[in-house]
Each structure stands twice: as C-alpha cells, then as structure tokens.
C-alpha cells in the first residue's frame, strides 16, 4: 500500500479565491491522479497528473479551473480556481500501487 | 466507457445482520475494487478483486468477471461498518493496452443500527 497525506483537510472558503491543495505520497510512483467528490455524490475523475509534463484532463475539467502541478514523483497539488458554491466537494488524491488504487483522507472544501 | 452500477442504494440493518452488496459492469475488467467511505470522508481499501473470492475477517468478496458482477459480504455486521461502500472498475478496452482510470458506482448507503 501507500500512505498519501493531503493538506488542508478541510477549508472554508470565500467565493472567487483560489485553493490549492497538497498530495504527499510516502514512496514514489509513477500514476498519480485527483479526484472529485460533490456532496452526496459518487467520485469522478478530474485528471490524471503526469509527472514533468502537463497534466490529462478528464472531459468536463479544464486547466484553467484546476491547474494541477506534479513536480517529482512523491508528490502533487490541484489549485481549485475562482471558486464558486458548486465548487463545494471532496477532493482526493490517489495513487497507484502494485495495480491497486489507494486515496488520501481527502480534503472537504466549503465555498461561501 | 466502463457502466458500473450498485444494489441496493440504501440498506439499513440491525447489529449482528448479515448482508450482500452487489456491482454490476458493463465490459470486462482488469481492475475492480471495492471501498469503504466512513463518515469523515475517508475511502478505506477493502479488496482488490478483478476475478475469484477474497476474505478479510467479516468481509468477503467474488467476482465473476464472466458474468460481469462482483457481490461483497458482510457477516455480523457492526455499527462502524456504517458508510458508504463503492465499487470502482476500469476496462481495458478502448484504451490502447492500459487503463487505470477507475469508473465508480453510485454507491450503497449502509446503516447499522445498534
């Protein structure tokens, strides 16, 4: 398994700031990526964040609402950007180790 | 992309009950795991499971990736196996040879009750 630590757990936030948010894995790996979880909802993936290179979007997101850095293979960060009300969710990092999946505790964003 | 759907959406039992979750998919699967979500948020690794039966303590699991269908096992249940437990699944068809996108259900709510 992998031990991922996400930083800030939760936040309050104010409409139009931006956030960004921490992923520290405790080994390197090659697959990172960042998931999104609204309020209620199941998990969708927003991208998959390559290491050295701009990250692979899922359709729906974009690099300007979620710029995502991953600059050496422990660690990533998701910037949630001019955030708005519906930007209120879970948002979780994962890694993938030994073909298996493993997630972070999440980070819980409340947009005012 | 891969459908993953998940019965029943909400179960409540009492202590001590036992009780199947069941994840249907719609294509063949390299990869199919299911999770705990507690009440803080936090997804939980419950098994790694693309084929065959699995067991952890009260928990087991099968996949019959023929048939396209994995059930989870829940025996004595207790009030902490509340939460939310999801079925996640990636498919490699359509993706050049690799996929490790996980495509998840909708999730069944499970309430244990003391």
């Known amino acids: 398994s992998a031990v991922i630590s996400q930083k800030p757990s939760r936040d309050i936030c104010q409409r139009g700031t931006s956030l960004t948010i921490q992923c520290q894995v405790d080994s390197q790996v090659t697959m990172m990526f960042w998931y999104r979880q609204q309020p209620g909802q199941s998990l969708t993936l927003i991208a998959t964040a390559n290491q050295g290179s701009e990250a692979t979007y899922e359709s729906g997101f974009v690099i300007d609402k979620f710029p995502i850095s991953r600059p050496n293979l422990t660690f990533s960060t998701l910037t949630v950007s001019n955030m708005s009300p519906e930007d209120s969710s879970i948002y979780l990092c994962?890694?993938?180790?030994?073909?298996?999946?493993?997630f972070g505790e999440g980070s819980r964003l409340t947009v005012l | 992309g891969i459908q993953v759907e998940q019965s029943p959406p909400d179960l409540i039992l009492q202590e001590g009950a036992n009780s199947t979750l069941r994840c249907n998919f719609s294509?063949?699967?390299?990869?199919l795991q299911w999770f705990h979500q507690n009440p803080w948020g936090q997804l939980i690794n419950l098994f790694y499971i693309p084929s065959g039966t699995k067991q952890n303590g009260r928990l087991s699991a099968t996949t019959v990736a023929t048939e396209r269908y994995s059930l989870l096992y829940i025996s004595s249940s207790q009030t902490t196996d509340s939460g939310v437990y999801f079925c996640?699944?990636?498919?490699?068809?359509?993706?050049?040879?690799?996929?490790?996108?996980?495509?998840f259900g909708k999730g069944t709510l499970l309430t244990v009750n003391p």
């Open positions: 996640a699944a990636t498919t490699l068809r359509g993706s050049g040879g690799s996929n490790y996108k996980l495509t």
């Open positions: 994962s890694v993938l180790n030994t073909g298996e999946l493993f």
């Open positions: 294509d063949s699967v390299n990869n």
